[in-house]
């Protein structure tokens, strides 16, 4: 199974370039209303307009705009180096939440949000 976790954005064009610097690499579909980053085989980041997504489900969704900035999940991503991860997005407008520090689980992570407000959070096992 393929899974798909999709960000609903202010801006894709602003958020495809912080995904593009903070992931170093290139969108694999970039169109309008919808950009995606291949994460492995089975999953991929997708990042759709705040307005598309009320165009396709209208009034049955209440509207993600109202809720820009409040974080109701979080995207935990397992790097080789979660302290460059984490710079890079700070230094291209994620908010820093968290340094680097190893964790009660066993995990080096490092926490931001993204431009509109979702966490990020760039782990590394201890062991790596």
């Known amino acids: 199974m393929k899974t798909?976790?999709?960000l609903y954005v202010k801006d894709q064009k602003?958020?495809?370039n912080f995904y593009s610097a903070v992931l170093e690499t290139?969108?694999?579909l970039d169109v309008a209303g919808m950009t995606e980053f291949e994460l492995s085989e089975e999953s991929v980041l997708g990042l759709m307009p705040e307005s598309g997504i009320r165009r396709?489900?209208?009034d049955a969704l209440p509207d993600p705009a109202t809720a820009r900035g409040i974080p109701r999940a979080e995207i935990y991503?397992?790097?080789k180096d979660a302290g460059a991860y984490l710079s890079r997005a700070v230094s291209r407008g994620g908010i820093l939440l968290g340094d680097v520090l190893m964790r009660d689980w066993g995990d080096l992570v490092g926490y931001c949000l993204d431009p509109d407000g979702h966490v990020l959070a760039f782990a590394?096992?201890?062991q790596t």
Do not use: D
């Open 14 to 16: 602003s958020s495809c």
């Open 56 to 58: 396709l489900l209208g």
């Open 124 to 126: 590394q096992p201890a």
């Open 77 to 79: 991503l397992v790097v």
């Open 4 to 6: 798909h976790f999709i």
């Open 26 to 28: 290139a969108p694999t």
